[in-house]
């Protein structure tokens, strides 16, 4: 299972700015494709993820009303529509895909993408 993740950028706080990320195919052993980010000198963290099957969201308590996350299930496709934007989302973002038993988890993600740079300023 290859995943490409594209959309990241600069940006200035306050605007938005949307990630995508493509998987090559979808199986039930990834059920769930999920959004982590890792900022410089810091752990990756989870920031949101989304079921294939039902569509069921999940987030992180630092960006939940700020971020959505949503599907194309045709295209095997997933986004991520940052808003709002704070200096404190630069990060470099990676998309995983994953079973789906915990989602907030990196350990329940068996594929990952390479990483796109988001930077925010102030």
């Known amino acids: 299972v290859q995943l490409q993740a594209s959309g990241g950028g600069m940006v200035q706080a306050g605007n938005s700015l949307e990630l995508s990320c493509t998987t090559s195919?979808?199986?039930?052993?990834?059920?769930?494709m999920g959004w982590f980010r890792q900022a410089p000198g810091k752990e990756r963290e989870f920031v949101a993820a989304i079921t294939w099957s039902s569509g069921s969201t999940f987030y992180a308590e630092s960006v939940k009303g700020r971020f959505f996350a949503t599907k194309e299930n045709v295209k095997y496709t997933v986004y991520l529509l940052m808003n709002s934007l704070k200096p404190d989302d630069t990060a470099v973002y990676y998309c995983a895909a994953g079973e789906g038993y915990a989602p907030h988890y990196s350990w329940d993600y068996k594929y990952w993408g390479q990483g796109t740079l988001v930077t925010v300023s102030s």
């Open positions: 195919e979808r199986t039930f052993s990834h059920n769930v």
